[in-house]
């Protein structure tokens, strides 16, 4: 696909009223196909702005930008992968080797119809083309700066897009590898014939570029090559430019920068076929996602020690507690004597020791299931919020929603079943309650779920792992106060609360599977919650499921819908 950018009369503004400002003004320019362009500036003129928006990620208020003859939105509607964009600082799992992360880009971007050969040939093509090769095998962690901008520059290659915008990717090398870097990118952009934009603070190598676009303030200052830049305003350095700029911000000597210069501009050129491929479809995405989630989680040895050590801590807890209890709770009973008098000792002594038996049968209860509502938090709270600067640039790329929130909701599912198994068989065998270990299994699995999944949906509105574990954590510690089962609620409470408590219906849930055993009497004649039936709990649980994830599913597809309407 072949291309050039032509800019009409651009304006970009934000706020309203009193915080209302105009971050780009009135600025036309184009750029040829396969050319190396670099965007300079003092900070805050405006640089990433205007690359932001000359690849679709910045709203326009006023005025074009046209890509190929194409308004932004409908080349990234149609062909998501035609335009390459990266920020300042590259977004990858750093557990992945180099290696892996351009297969699974492969795998994400280019779809099934592209056979095997030709896809590890392309691959083959694209490591020759950044210069990859020796630390194909190395995880990402390991790599220095200008590797890992040689391999956020190589994954947008993997799409084969027809422009690339590049935010500051030479800023913080060290001078040789600043100079190799700018030496690359303009070879990428004559031998591919494509359009590179570069927003930089580095001027050594400006040479290197075709042109330069000069702004200040917002305003569009000059736009020809570098050198001249230089004689235009008859100095020889672009810091003596800066300098002059600065002045005139303080004279306000701002003559000619706003003038129209859209007139002299060349036409778009005639709409062609693109013929960049779309992305695969959802299921093959997610069988990638599936696969890429779980050499992150072997991977991730911290995480794999907490989660066995939770799995076989909490449960361990519970029998703790429960060590010494639990013989005066078995020892209790009703039997039905034939003396009046024996008969109303012994209900006198089971009334003295019921209370006390009640309360550790339901604390037992309710302690368990709180510990899996932690458990339950520590599984979905931060799944989406750490990778959300990865996600964002996956969508950008096609990535579907559904298969990625899918990807997250089976990993849920994985570490639920082992912590509610864990829970359920240790305390059974130590604690030898009665009821169905299904039931009971099962009980505990959704509140699990219940938990994750609503804890998910938090990860996915928040924009830091931070604030969604906060969250998360303020939610866990409203399950016991608000549940009433220790602390008694007002009944207009109890009916607004209990239907977003999980603890409460996995609390009634696992009573009821051993209702026809005494321990249930014991607590159902000693406590005024009422305890709801079995099959109710298992609904309103998996409604908690499915609610979460829907949320979860609503907000990473409305990532998407928010880069999509900013090209509007």
């Known amino acids: ?51 932001r928006t000359l690849a679709g990620i910045q709203p326009v208020s006023m005025g074009r930008v046209l890509l190929a003859g194409h308004p932004v939105k409908a080349l990234r509607d149609q062909l998501p992968l035609a335009v390459g964009y990266l920020p300042k600082f590259g977004a990858f799992h750093e557990d992945l080797t180099v ?12 779809p099934r119809s592209v056979p095997k050969a030709t896809r590890e040939q392309w691959r083959e093509h694209v490591v020759d083309l950044a ?3 020796p630390f194909l095998h190395q995880k990402y962690r390991t790599l220095s700066g200008g590797q890992m901008r040689r391999i ?33 990118l303009k070879e990428l952009a004559h031998g ?64 000619g920068f ?9 036409g778009p050129p005639d709409p062609h076929s693109l013929n960049t491929a779309p992305p695969p479809g959802s299921l093959l995405q997610l069988f990638t996602l599936v696969r890429r989630q779980y050499i992150l989680l072997m991977r991730d040895r911290a995480q794999i020690c907490l989660h066995l050590l939770l799995v076989v801590g909490f449960p361990l807890l519970v029998a703790i507690f429960a060590t010494k209890g639990l013989p005066q709770v078995r020892s209790l009973s009703l039997s039905i004597e034939t003396n009046p008098v024996q008969m109303l000792t012994e209900h006198l002594d089971y009334l003295k020791d019921s209370f006390s038996a009640a309360s550790l049968v339901s604390g037992l209860t309710m302690f368990q299931v709180i510990l899996l509502t932690l458990m339950g938090a520590n599984n979905g709270a931060r799944e989406i919020a750490k990778e959300r600067d990865i996600l964002e640039k996956e969508l950008r790329a096609g990535l579907s929603p559904w298969a990625y929130v899918t990807t997250k909701s089976l990993l849920i599912v994985c570490l639920c079943v082992v912590q509610a198994l864990g829970m359920t068989w240790f305390v059974k065998t130590v604690c030898r309650f009665p009821g169905a270990f299904s039931h009971q299994f099962a009980i505990l699995f959704l509140t699990t779920m219940a938990m994750s999944m609503v804890c998910l949906a938090i990860s996915s509105a928040c924009k830091s792992p931070e604030r969604a574990s906060l969250l998360a954590n303020f939610l866990v510690g409203m399950q016991l106060p608000l549940s009433g089962v220790v602390l008694a609620l007002p009944q207009f409470a109890s009916f607004l609360c209990r239907p977003f408590i999980a603890a409460y219906w996995g609390w009634s849930g696992y009573l009821k599977t051993f209702a026809a055993d005494r321990d249930y009497e014991i607590v159902r004649q000693s406590t005024d919650t009422h305890i709801a039936s079995f099959n109710v709990c298992l609904l309103i649980l998996s409604v908690h499921v499915v609610v979460g994830g829907m949320i979860a599913w609503i907000f990473v597809t409305r990532m998407r819908t928010l880069q999509k309407s900013v090209q509007n």
């Open 1 to 51: 696909m072949e291309g050039a950018v032509l800019v009409e009369n651009l304006s970009v503004m934000m706020g309203k009223g009193d915080e209302h400002k105009v971050l780009l003004r009135n600025i036309s320019f184009a750029i040829p196909q396969g050319s190396f362009l670099s965007i300079i500036g003092a900070s805050g003129s405006g640089k990433s702005v205007l690359l």
């Open 99 to 110: 290696m892996e992360i351009l297969d699974f880009a492969l795998a994400l971007r280019l």
């Open 131 to 133: 210069r990859i090769r």
């Open 152 to 184: 956020a520059i190589a994954e947008e290659l993997i799409g084969d897009p027809a422009f690339l915008f590049l935010d500051e990717m030479t800023t913080g090398l060290d001078p040789y590898s600043e100079h190799e870097m700018m030496v690359w």
């Open 192 to 255: 591919l014939n494509k359009t590179i934009v570069l927003v930089t603070h580095t001027v050594r190598n400006l040479r290197l570029c075709d042109s330069v676009i000069f702004l200040h303030e917002g305003r569009f200052c000059f736009h020809g090559p570098y050198d001249e830049l230089l004689q235009t305003h008859g100095t020889g350095s672009v810091e003596a430019i800066f300098g002059a700029y600065q002045e005139a911000s303080i004279t306000g000597n701002f003559v």
């Open 258 to 266: 706003d003038a129209d210069r859209s007139a002299g501009l060349p």
